[in-house]
């Protein structure tokens, strides 16, 4: 299946659209988390539904503080809107607590889903601030990991989950087999945090084949909720019925054009922008 960079099939008017479940925190400066993924969701012509695990104190300099949702909260949130709406994919961000990650894991269990999962395993925030406890590292690996359809760590999260530092093409792939092992169906490391190339090579592994996806390196600052666009338009991808290797390819084409269209905000970084869509 093949979807251009603009977007995804639309649903014909006054027809219920394919619906997407967010989980994950708030940012009150509008650049990442459940801001971004609204955006991503809405424009790709897909109904966004919510479950917000934290609100967060932040704008363009970083991250002040952050209140986490109680856990019960966060359970009633999955279930309101699964067993009423329905939902055709979701996909996770910050989740802040190991206890919150366990009443992510447990709750989807128990509404028995599945529907494909995009785990974007938020462990801080572009700025180095701290958004997930280090305790709470091994809730992730262990409870979640293994229900995910894909996982799509940037290279501080890979290096914070499997202890690998990606230098080169070699270091990599070796992230990708040790995020594999630990249970999704799919690894995704991205290398947009790899600044030392002039390409931005995201490889994509599923325990026996590794396929890549390169874009430019664009020369821009404004990179905020970058990693929330590229899972939320994959997770569309994937309500759509794209196989994983297809909808990481559209998410990421997805993110390329946001970051083109990225704009200034604050006195810090500005977010990437999926208002091309628009143009």
């Known amino acids: 299946m093949i979807a251009s960079a603009a977007g995804l099939p639309l649903a014909a008017p006054g027809t219920t659209p394919l619906r997407v479940l967010t989980i994950a925190g708030s940012d009150s400066g509008g650049g990442a988390g459940i801001q971004a993924d609204l955006r991503t969701i809405a424009l790709l012509g897909l109904h966004a539904c919510v479950a917000v695990t934290a609100v967060t104190v932040q704008n363009t300099l970083g991250v002040?503080?952050?209140?986490?949702?109680?856990?019960?909260?966060?359970?009633?949130?999955?279930?309101?809107v699964v067993t009423d709406i329905g939902i055709q994919a979701a996909k996770t961000g910050m989740l802040a607590s190991s206890?919150?990650?366990?009443?992510?894991?447990?709750?989807?269990?128990?509404l028995a889903l599945s529907v494909p999962l995009v785990v974007d395993p938020v462990c801080a925030s572009m700025h180095g601030d701290a958004l997930l406890a280090s305790s709470a590292l091994d809730t992730l690996r262990t409870q979640l990991f293994p229900l995910a359809t894909l996982v799509t760590p940037n290279l501080d999260e890979v290096s914070l989950l499997v202890n690998i530092d990606v230098v080169d093409a070699e270091s990599q792939r070796a992230a990708a087999?040790?995020?594999?092992?630990?249970?999704?169906?799919?690894?995704?490391?991205k290398g947009g945090h790899l600044r030392s190339s002039e390409r931005s090579c995201d490889l994509l592994y599923d325990g026996s084949d590794f396929y890549e996806f390169d874009s430019p390196r664009l020369p821009t600052g404004n990179d905020h909720g970058g990693g929330d666009t590229l899972a939320s338009a994959t997770a569309c991808a994937l309500a759509h019925g794209f196989t994983v290797p297809e909808a990481v390819d559209f998410g990421k084409r997805w993110v390329t054009e946001s970051l083109r269209a990225a704009y200034p905000l604050g006195r810090g970084h500005g977010p990437v922008s999926a208002l091309f869509r628009l143009s």
């Open 64 to 80: 002040k503080g952050f209140h986490e949702v109680p856990d019960d909260v966060v359970a009633g949130q999955i279930e309101a």
């Open 99 to 110: 206890s919150i990650i366990e009443t992510v894991a447990a709750t989807w269990r128990e």
């Open 177 to 189: 087999k040790a995020l594999h092992a630990l249970g999704p169906r799919w690894a995704l490391v």
